[in-house]
């Protein structure tokens, strides 16, 4: 059964706060997405990555910065967390744009 | 400029009737069309996906239909159950890029 999983559902952080985000899938995906959802505007794209080592900016990059050293996992990195970063962090991965995305459970998280 | 806009934003019905969720996209060319299921919560899960020469796929109780000359699709629900109720997202992919509408959310009560 196809599996995406991120490290925690829930997360608060205070301002200024270096948080890390992680996700892992077991399908040998080349590709990996991080989305942020809020009310009223969808999904987001924020970085994605189609290889290892490898990264691409999204729609929506500042504040933001990923990494990606094993081909399972993808982390999304927030510098210095700001309270306009409070959203909900969703993490895919697919074989291909054309193809399925696989999606995690997402994490909430709150900066206070 | 893309769009993918979805209606109604919101929509309340009883258990056991049928509804249909609408998708009005301006992007062009596509390759694919998705809908996805997402519990409140959760992330989303695909129901179906389509390309450009589908005009209708089904997946149990939910129908998604497609019409690429006027750029719109629907997400019919049969028989509608309480764990229907979700945000349910259409998605239009283009080239490399995905573009999401905004959702509907399908709240069903008893």
């Known amino acids: 059964d196809v599996k995406v999983t991120q490290s925690s559902r829930y997360l608060v952080k205070r301002t200024g706060e270096k948080v890390f985000l992680e996700c892992v899938q077991d399908m040998d995906h080349e590709n990996m997405f991080w989305y942020r959802q809020d009310p009223g505007l969808g999904l987001r794209l924020i970085y994605f990555?189609?290889?290892?080592?490898?990264?691409e900016k999204g729609d929506i990059p500042e504040g933001y910065s990923v990494s990606r050293e094993k081909k399972e996992r993808f982390s999304l990195i927030l510098e210095s967390a700001s309270t306009n970063q409070t959203s909900m962090y969703l993490c895919?991965?697919?074989?291909?744009?054309?193809?399925?995305?696989?999606f995690g459970p997402g994490t909430r998280l709150t900066v206070t | 400029k893309n769009q993918v806009e979805q209606s109604p934003q919101s929509l309340i019905i009883l258990e056991g009737k049928n509804c249909t969720l609408q998708?009005?996209?301006?992007?062009?060319?596509?390759?694919?069309l998705r809908w996805y299921k997402q519990d409140t919560g959760r992330g989303p899960v695909s129901l179906t996906i389509m390309t450009f020469s589908e005009n209708t796929k089904s997946n149990g109780r939910y129908t998604a239909t497609l019409d690429a000359d006027t750029k719109q699709s629907s997400l019919h629900i049969t028989a509608s159950q309480l764990s229907d109720s979700a945000s349910y997202i259409c998605?239009?992919?283009?080239?490399?890029?995905?573009?999401f509408g905004t959702g509907t959310r399908l709240t069903v009560i008893p």
């Open positions: 998605v239009v992919s283009h080239r490399d890029n995905l573009f």
């Open positions: 990555s189609y290889d290892v080592k490898m990264k």
């Open positions: 998708c009005n996209y301006t992007v062009s060319p596509f390759s694919n």
């Open positions: 895919a991965s697919s074989t291909g744009t054309d193809y399925e995305q696989y």
